[in-house]
Structures are given as C-alpha cells and as structure tokens.
T-cell receptor, first 111, second 113 residues
Framework: DAGVIQSPRHEVTEMGQEVTLRCKPI?????LFWYRQTMMRGLELLIY????????DSGMPEDRFSAKMPNASFSTLKIQPSEPRDSAVYFC?????????FGPGTRLTVL | GENVEQHPSTLSVQEGDSAVIKCTYS??????FPWYKQELGKGPQLIID?????GEKKDQRIAVTLNKTAKHFSLHITETQPEDSAVYFC????????????FGKGTKLSVKP
C-alpha cells in the first residue's frame, strides 16, 4: 500500500499567487481530511469529506481557501490569493472508520 | 464539542527511562483514543490506539491506559531510546463516526543518550 500521497512536497510562491495542493487517499478509504500545522497554532483541521462530500469546512480560515474532492481518489486544496501567513505544512489524511492515516505533508512558503 | 488537553508540552528523559504523556477529554461519548508520533519533517503516524471497551493495551514498549470515569488516557513508553524522540499527539473521537479526530496540542519528547 502506497499510503496517502501528497504533492508537491515543497512549494515556494510569492504573495498573491494561486497555490494548489494535491492529495491521493488510500484506496478504499471514504473519508479525507485536510490539516494545517504551524508552530503557533499546532495541528488544525481545515475541512473533511465523507464519500467525496464536504461535511465540515468550519476550519477553513477564509474565502481564499477552497477544497474539492471530484472523486474518491483525488482531492485538492487551493489558496487564492496566497498570503505570507498561509505559510505552514499542510497534511492530508484518509480513513475508513475512525483511524486516520496521514500523508507526508506539503511545506508551503509564501514570500 | 470535544476538547482534548495534553500534558506535558515537553518531556526530557534519559535513555532507558520511562516516559508518560497524559491526556484528558471532555465528551463522555468519545470512545476511540489514538496516539500519533510525528518525527521531524514527516506526517503524524499512528502508533497505538484504544477503544473504551478495554482499559489498557500494550505493543512492545508502548502501552496506553484509559480511565473512562475520569475521562483521561495516557501513553507509556518504557526503556526509551533516542529514536523515540519526536512529537506525540493524543486524540479522541467516536469510533465509526467517520468524523474528525480532536487532537491534543502535542508533547515534544527528547530522549538523551
């Protein structure tokens, strides 16, 4: 099993640019979660999907953030326009019951 | 909603000693309590979990205990080794709900050789 796959692993961009993070969950898992991790705020849940449907997006910081899950094997998290305060490590996780399995993360730096 | 508190935030032990990390939760409906280990530059990895139908679970040098009455659970690492150095997170949820886990703030464990 390849585990949760995230791309890119590192992203450096300039303020105002659009950023798209990608996630491929573990095959057969029907829940997908996007988290953000910073030193100041720790691990924050941004949004999660069940069976490709967004269930709770109350953690999405503002309208600049959006997430989609067009099918069971792919999800994106988009930030448009990006700001320096969005710099963080973004994790995707998937689960089939309650146990979540995390991907390696995308380290985003917004200059 | 559920709230999980984790203590201590940092823990330093000598190699070979034991380490204990404690968490408390607020929602008595929670019945699933996983522990994750996050090494530098990696995502959190599940190391052990427990459901409320048991009070203790062991896996080699790692054990988790659960006290549902007091609403707290703990991670115990015996015979610590330098490779145990990492950030550990506890979490709580309802098993099978397919909802989100509520995480503690994490404990940075340092094992000194």
């Amino acid at each position: 099993d390849a585990g949760v796959i995230q791309s890119p692993r590192h992203e450096v961009t300039e303020m105002g640019q659009e950023v798209t993070l990608r996630c491929k969950p573990i095959s057969g898992h029907n829940s997908l979660f996007w988290y953000r991790q910073t030193m100041m705020r720790g691990l924050e849940l941004l949004i999660y999907f069940n069976n490709n449907v967004p269930i709770d997006d109350s953690g999405m910081p503002e309208d600049r953030f959006s997430a989609k899950m067009p099918n069971a094997s792919f999800s994106t998290l988009k930030i448009q326009p990006s700001e320096p305060r969005d710099s963080a490590v973004y994790f995707c996780a998937s689960s089939t019951a309650s146990t979540q399995y995390f991907g390696p993360g995308t380290r985003l730096t917004v200059l | 909603g559920e709230n999980v508190e984790q203590h201590p935030s940092t823990l330093s032990v000598q190699e070979g000693d034991s380490a204990v990390i404690k968490c408390t939760y607020s929602d008595s409906a929670s019945n699933y309590f996983p522990w994750y280990k996050q090494e530098l530059g990696k995502g959190p990895q599940l190391i052990i979990d427990i459901r409320s139908n048991v009070g203790e679970k062991k896996d080699q040098r790692i054990a988790v205990t659960l006290n549902k009455t007091a609403k707290h659970f703990s991670l115990h690492i015996t015979e610590t080794q330098p490779e145990d150095s990492a950030v550990y997170f506890c979490a709580a949820s309802m098993w099978g709900s397919q909802g989100n886990l509520i995480f503690g703030k994490g404990t940075k464990l340092s094992v000194k050789p």
